[in-house]
T-cell receptor
Framework: GDSVTQMEGPVTLSEEAFLTINCTYTATGYPSLFWYVQYPGEGLQLLLKATKADDKGSNKGFEATYRKETTSFHLEKGSVQVSDSAVYFCALRRVNDKLIFGTGTRLQVFP | NAGVTQTPKFQVLKTGQSMTLQCAQDMNHEYMSWYRQDPGMGLRLIHYSVGAGITDQGEVPNGYNVSRSTTEDFPLRLLSAAPSQTSVYFC????????????FGEGSWLTVV
């Protein structure tokens, strides 16, 4: 069946460091891909999305490119801030808008 | 502009008690769903609905009931709470078209003691 695999955390970085959170997927066809973010004590927010191969989603300095050949959707940011500390979830959408999530990656950014 | 509204935000239940988590959306979305979030497991689908009067099971439906009598509301019922149902619950809604956004509520933190 379809699945999403994320790198395990926590990822610990200093402010202004470069961030990569790996996400790979297994799916039939070409599902839409998403990154959601959950700040401490809050709900899920859509961070970015891509609906077809080679699409690049971007928001708030974060980027991810839908790579069909490597079945990946890695999240990147050039310079992280303390305020980016959160849990990040990669997800794919299946029929009837059902989402399959990765296990989440906790990011901790220190000043 | 309420979006997806979940209530309550926090709840403590005793084992065996029943309760209903409420979810309402004001965007006239056809698709609604419930997920639970557990440490190290991400979010897993409990039940979903593609329209009023239509529901189906997701990955982890046991112990939960749902109904969809209106487009706006999609309540999740725990008939006899168990400690294994301690979790954070999220409701989501969407229009069901390619490229559209799936919106989430702010979550309901449930503890069963």
């Amino acid at each position: 069946g379809d699945s999403v695999t994320q790198m395990e955390g926590p990822v610990t970085l200093s402010e202004e460091a470069f961030l990569t959170i790996n996400c790979t997927y297994t799916a039939t066809g070409y599902p839409s891909l998403f990154w959601y973010v959950q700040y401490p004590g809050e709900g899920l927010q859509l961070l970015l999305k891509a609906t077809k191969a080679d699409d690049k989603g971007s928001n708030k300095g974060f980027e991810a490119t839908y790579r069909k050949e490597t079945t990946s959707f890695h999240l990147e940011k050039g310079s992280v801030q303390v305020s980016d500390s959160a849990v990040y979830f990669c997800a794919l959408r299946r029929v009837n808008d059902k989402l399959i999530f990765g296990t989440g990656t906790r990011l901790q950014v220190f000043p | 502009n309420a979006g997806v509204t979940q209530t309550p935000k926090f709840q403590v239940l005793k084992t065996g008690q029943s309760m209903t988590l409420q979810c309402a959306q004001d965007m006239n979305h056809e698709y609604m769903s419930w997920y639970r979030q557990d440490p190290g497991m991400g979010l897993r689908l409990i039940h979903y609905s593609v329209g009023a009067g239509i529901t189906d099971q997701g990955e982890v439906p046991n112990g939960y009931n749902v109904s969809r009598s209106t487009t706006e509301d999609f309540p999740l019922r725990l008939l006899s709470a168990a400690p294994s149902q301690t979790s954070v619950y999220f409701c989501a809604s969407s229009q069901g078209a390619t490229g559209n956004t799936i919106y989430f509520g702010e979550g309901s933190w449930l503890t069963v003691v």
